[in-house]
């Protein structure tokens, strides 16, 4: 029951079914489960259809989970983002749909630099192609407003401690009008609507949900003073420090997120001088 009520919290945050949250082990499992789970579904069923399409910018378990599927005989397209902004370009996209194509795969937010991708306008666009659309929104569920429907999307992965709920915990949004159809990646005593075999760990569900529950309530507040707290640091860095540049779009972006590129000094030389700023040189997504 507990965990009933957690899958319904979580749902709620995203404008979903209960019925559609599957619980799985974090986000790279999600990610794993859709790409692999709806390629190897359809490519067996379908026989003419073998294509997948992606962005070079995607995190590393979906770009892992696409070359796992070109050793298998799979074709995957791996769009670039636009130099200056991050984001995809809708044009590329179009061309490079297919009447083979299975799936694409398109973060919401980009996990390094923050670029909000141009999810509602990807969605619409692989539901007139009858294309599955899957998009890892760990960045965005609970910190930006998201509604599964309005954005067509059919498979979507969250992380639970990206919404500081537990770790070891996520969820996998999976369509069921038009019902979309997966091959499980585990085999067992069919769990999760039998797409994720497993006993489930109750304390990490509901811990999940709860977290869900209070993103949604103070996700206007959070997002003003998070917008604040990005501009402060965006405005302190510009006036104090020549020559930086800021990577990512500066409109459509998670203001939670800041990237910049400092001309003259290594990342290492940065680390070691700021000593109190909880930082990285490379991605920590």
């Known amino acids: 029951r507990a965990s009933e009520h957690a899958r319904a919290q979580v749902a709620s945050l995203i404008g979903a079914s209960p019925k559609e949250i599957i619980f799985t082990s974090g986000a790279t499992e999600s990610n794993n489960l859709s790409i692999k789970g709806a390629a190897h579904f359809y490519g067996k069923s379908k026989k003419n259809k073998r294509h ?62 923050g670029t909000l991708q141009p999810i509602a306008e990807i969605g619409k666009m692989c539901r ?8 890892d929104a760990a960045q965005m569920v609970g910190k930006l407003p998201i509604d599964v429907n309005e954005m067509n999307i059919d498979l979507m992965s969250i992380s639970g401690h990206k919404v500081y709920g537990p770790k070891g915990i996520g969820g996998l949004y999976v369509r069921r ?47 003003e003073w998070v917008t604040y707290l990005s501009h402060k640091l965006e405005s302190g860095i510009k006036e104090r420090i020549p020559e930086v540049v800021q990577n990512g779009d500066p409109e459509h972006r998670h203001p939670g997120c800041l990237n910049y590129s400092f001309a003259y000094v290594e990342g290492e030389s940065l680390l070691m001088a700021l000593k109190n700023v909880a930082i990285s040189s490379g991605s920590a997504c």
């Open 177 to 223: 009008r038009p019902r979309v159809r997966l091959e499980p990646l585990f085999s067992g005593g069919g769990q999760e609507r039998g797409l994720r075999s497993g006993t489930l760990s109750h304390f990490l569900c509901v811990g999940f949900g709860e977290a869900c529950e209070i993103a949604a309530k103070e996700m206007a507040y959070d997002t």
């Open 52 to 113: 997948v399409i992606t962005t070079q910018t995607e995190h590393k378990c979906v770009l892992d989970s696409c070359r796992s599927l070109e050793s298998e005989g799979y074709e995957v397209t791996y769009l670039p983002v636009e130099q200056a902004t991050g984001r995809v370009n809708l044009n590329d996209l179009q061309n490079a749909m297919r009447d083979d194509t299975i799936l694409v795969s398109v973060m919401a937010v980009n996990n390094e630099i």
């Open 128 to 135: 007139e192609r009858k294309i599955l659309f899957h998009c």
